[in-house]
């Protein structure tokens, strides 16, 4: 993404394509990261105080996985990504998010949505 837009700003062909744009992305992108992270920590927080029994879960398979080291993107930990990615979903840790399609016919608290509709 930078380098094709240092590509523009050196190219000068379009006005909207300077340094100070570029800085404004760069910091918009990250700020946006940096929510959804430490919204996402907060959560888990919060769900494994009340669900001591996923908390205890995830230590022991982060202690049987990891041992004495230290948990690294080379571990294999399962449960505790799958916890990660339900803390998200239960959360709606990113209520910006981009619309999802409904795969099939189903009713949520006693509204039908059919299929093929968007949720946000």
Request: proline residues 6%; contains cysteine.
């Amino acid at each position: 993404f930078i380098d094709t837009y240092l590509i523009e700003i050196m190219r000068g062909t379009n006005p909207n394509f300077d340094q100070e744009s570029l800085e404004l992305t760069c910091l918009d992108l990250f700020k946006a990261g940096a929510e959804t992270s430490s919204t996402t920590i907060l959560w888990c927080i919060l769900y494994l105080v009340k669900y001591q029994e996923v908390q205890e879960n995830c230590y022991q398979e982060v202690i049987r996985v990891t041992g004495e080291d230290k948990p690294s993107p080379r571990h294999s930990l399962p449960y505790c990504q799958a916890v990660i990615q339900e803390v998200q979903r239960l959360a709606c840790v990113a209520p910006q998010a981009m619309p999802h399609r409904i795969t099939k016919d189903v009713s949520v608290d006693g509204y039908d949505v059919p299929k093929d509709s968007m949720a946000l």
